[in-house]
């Protein structure tokens, strides 16, 4: 579920029949009339990457996910340092994994960490270690 909220209104959505597959945050409104990006910002063609994408016919699990969101464009949609000036730098991607019950956190130019939710929800950052990706 995605809710975005501005100037007293709101939008609601959900994933799934009669609304997107895949939800992320953006730092603009998608749903929400009046809360779109600045024109000559990154956001709306990144988002238009994410729209483009289909969902995995299994599970894609914290790996899909980083590598869309960490990997560069025109296939990913990390955003980097532009040539026109702008200065909008990804610097630290999360995959909250549900099913592991681990938050994999990939800081730019870092290999990815992963951490229990509690330990992250506490501030516990001893029990972090290397991300590794399951393998089948």
Request: charged content about 15%.
């Amino acid at each position: 579920m995605s809710v975005e909220a501005a100037a007293g209104r709101h939008a609601v959505t959900e994933a799934g029949p009669g609304g997107g597959s895949l939800l992320w945050h953006t730092n603009h409104g998608r749903y929400l009339s009046g809360a779109e990006p600045e024109a000559h910002g990154t956001s709306a063609a990144r988002a238009a990457t994410l729209d483009a994408l289909g969902v995995p016919a299994t599970d894609p699990g914290p790996s899909w996910f980083l590598d869309v969101l960490t990997g560069p464009p025109p296939g990913g949609i990390r955003s980097d340092p532009g040539p026109d000036g702008h200065g909008l730098t990804t610097l630290c991607t999360l995959v909250a994994d549900l099913t592991a019950g681990e938050a994999v956190i990939a800081a730019r130019g870092e290999p990815p960490v992963a951490i229990p939710l509690a330990n992250l929800a506490e501030g516990n950052p001893r029990a972090q270690h290397p991300f590794e990706p399951a393998t089948f």
